[in-house]
Nanobody, 115 residues
């Protein structure tokens, strides 16, 4: 079955950095569009960044210039490098995978931005 396992979340001070990883199994990873979403309490889950199988990348406006999504098809892993973190970036971050069908989700990893 499809498994997406996120890691790398934690507590960081404003202005700091974190790198999230999502290891996928059960899919032909290179064919999938991989994404990172986030959900803060009381707020709808939102797309943060996604990268297609061809390497096309999209970011939500609030993270442009601060976050970088990348993928390593040899390792079946997608990354989200988060720099210059702000308190409003605090949320549970979810990895997603899709290919012409359902959207698969990971279990999420929590990012807390606080001094």
């Amino acid at each position: 079955q499809v498994q997406l396992v996120e890691s790398g979340g934690g507590l960081v001070q404003p202005g700091g950095s974190l790198r999230l990883s999502c290891a996928a199994s059960g899919i032909t990873f290179s064919m999938y569009t991989m994404g990172w979403y986030r959900q803060a309490p009381g707020i709808q889950r939102e797309l943060v960044a996604r990268i297609t199988s061809a390497g096309t990348i999209n970011y939500t406006d609030s993270v442009k210039g601060r976050f970088t999504i990348s993928r390593d098809n040899a390792k079946n892993t997608v990354y989200l490098q988060m720099d210059s973190l702000k308190p409003e970036d605090a949320a549970v971050y979810y990895c997603s995978a899709t290919f012409l069908g359902p959207l698969y989700w990971g279990q999420g990893t929590r990012v807390t931005v606080s001094s």
